[in-house]
């Protein structure tokens, strides 16, 4: 019998990946993915713990789920539901004592075990938590991907946790320390998801540039190594990467290797997402990031050496405790440095646990957060704009992976991560194709397709008769 699975996710991309793999854990069990949690089997609600009132946000949507589940009881069925990610990491039984109606808490490390909690769940006394951090790799023992067509641009987790303990982050206590799969495991599912039609692949982790997984010759290689050997893949035409740290752009040997790839692999797009937190030097030490402002500067100096096209986007925080008006100016002064593709800004909020939630004497006023937070974003919004502006006029290679807002147009994005529509035959869906971009919006751009399809496309023969 099929049963329905709905899986909610919050927050980063590897949440989202994570979320894949456990509808392919469940494949087996019968379970089938939906679009709708009304009358579903399972829901998972697969959770992110890294800014503010995230657990509370988790209860509400508990909260919501609750009518749901009584409806699919009062028809003789059972919603299994279940709390799974950071926010299950870090709050485990207390989550089943507020809302008691929840049958499986699992963490991100757990859920290769999900046939045997499920068991447990069905059988029913008492729900099932699972915290753990097991000996055993989930990676090692997660069934292969489904045969799903997964679409032309895929996630591939190569890398989990972090050892760095920056002072706000509870990632290394909900994601545990780093860990990196294996090279030959990594070459693997590249191989399955492109012969599944997969275009892009972009590779996940933490802290995806301290990748040092163990590679075939029995040492350790680096995420510059691993992508120039997925390079090799047939239908690979795109390779990304995400999250990095600065510190880590760097080999462990102070080799350049990752940067140099960046020259030298065709594939590897030119865009980066290296975020730097602040522009500040005693900010950045009671952040405890291991780079100084001028570190950020020069390494970011290297890249653009490697590859003069490279465009960043980098993640901000404001109003950090003991955050000075001058220090904040140095951010100010870093974003003019460097220009910005793109970013992402939060205020700073305090953690339960981490080191920075302590220094309570020095937290930032709320107004002075708001107000700092405003300032950066017309800054960072302004350089995005001018970003887009710039690309008015070239042609880029889009790759297509979704239809358009509007009838005959398909969505992609160009090498630089922004979204570009364009009329664009179905036919083109999955392909990489060249695109004059007509027009810039604050977040995506407009285009026509450069090629001969775009003369014979039935859609634009519609569209304009
Ligand atoms: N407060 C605000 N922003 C945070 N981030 C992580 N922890 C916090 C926090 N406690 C932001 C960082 C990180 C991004 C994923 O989330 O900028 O890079
Ligand atoms: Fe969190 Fe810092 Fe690790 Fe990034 S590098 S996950 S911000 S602790």
Known sequence: MKKKLFIKTYGCQMNVYDSGRMADVLAPLGYE???????????????????????????????????????????????????????????????????????????????????????RAIRGTG?????????????????EETAQPSGPSVFLSVQEGCDKFCTFCVVPYTRGAEFSRPVAQVLAEARRLTAGGAREITLLGQNVNAYHGEGPDGRDWGLGRLIRALAEIDGVERIRYTTSH???????????????AHGEVPQLMPFVHLPVQSGSDPILAAMNRKHTADDYRRIVDRMRAARPDLALSSDFIVGFPGERDEDFAATLRLVND??????????????????????????????VKDDRLQTLQQLLNAQQVAFNERAVGTVQPVLFDRPGKRKGQLLGRGPWMQSVHAEAAERLMGKVVPVRILDAHANSLSGAVETVEAVLMPASVEATA
Request: charged share 25%; aromatic share 6%.
């Open 246 to 260: 600065p510190r880590d752009m760097l080999g462990w040997e102070g080799d350049d290797d990752l940067i140099s």
């Open 338 to 367: 460097i220009g910005f593709a793109q970013a992402y800004s939060f205020k700073y909020s305090a953690r339960p646990g981490t080191p920075a939630a302590s220094m309570d004497d020095r937290q930032v006023p709320e107004a």
């Open 127 to 143: 729900g099932v938590v699972n915290t753990d951090f097991p000996a055993e790799s989930k990676f090692d023992l997660l069934p």
């Open 33 to 119: 993915p939906t679009e709708t949690p009304d009358g579903a089997d399972m829901i998972i609600l697969n959770t992110c713990h890294i800014r503010e009132k995230a657990a509370e946000k988790v209860y509400s949507e508990l909260g919501r789920l609750r009518p749901l589940q009584k409806a699919k009881a009062a028809d003789g069925g059972r919603m299994i539901v279940a709390v799974a990610g950071c926010v299950a990491q870090a709050e485990g039984a207390e989550i089943m004592m507020r809302a008691p109606h929840v049958d499986m808490v699992f963490g991100p490390q757990t859920y290769h075990q999900l046939p045997e909690m499920v068991t």
